[in-house]
């Protein structure tokens, strides 16, 4: 375990542990930036990579994802480009989007607040502020979709 990786675990305590089975795709150009998030977090969460947000959005229409965190400035598709669409289509508009940038001018961010985002990181970013910001957010949807299905329950047995 790298010092990091450590200092990581000891900030966030054991409860990261069970989130192991959730799935979060890095949209990112850059395969250093998403090789770096895997190894960092591969003890917490499982990864997947695409390349640019064309092929981020086959992927999310495809598989099944708890998050995504993506790159704003890519090839192809952009991050809010990618983030519109996401948030447009009702059968992955519930997935919590981080996004990345190297820009942190404050239109930026906004526009990105705008369309959807759930959390704006400016790089170079902390891994342990990701981390937690992952965590936050798979809790959330986590609760929501459980009051959602208990309220389905609730309706299916009247």
């Known amino acids: 375990m790298t010092e990091e990786k450590a200092k990581i675990a000891d900030s966030i305590g054991k409860k990261s542990q069970a989130n192991r089975n959730f799935n979060i795709l890095i949209v990112d150009d850059d395969a250093e930036i998403a090789h ?3 190894t960092e977090l591969s003890d917490w969460y499982r990864f997947e990579h695409a390349c640019n947000g064309k092929e981020g959005l086959k992927m999310l229409l495809t598989g099944k994802y708890d998050l995504v965190i993506s790159d704003v400035m890519m090839p192809e598709m952009d991050g809010i480009t990618m983030l519109k669409k996401i948030k447009g289509n009702s059968n992955i ?6 996004l990345l940038t190297s820009k942190s001018e404050v239109e ?3 526009e990105g607040l705008r369309k959807g985002a759930d959390a704006f990181l400016a790089k170079p970013f902390n891994m342990e502020e990701l981390h937690i910001l992952i965590d936050n957010l798979v809790d959330n949807v986590r609760r929501i979709r459980g009051k959602y299905s208990g309220a389905q329950d609730q309706k299916a047995q009247r």
């Open 36 to 38: 770096y998030i895997k």
């Open 108 to 110: 930026n961010r906004l």
């Open 93 to 98: 508009s519930d997935i919590p989007v981080i």
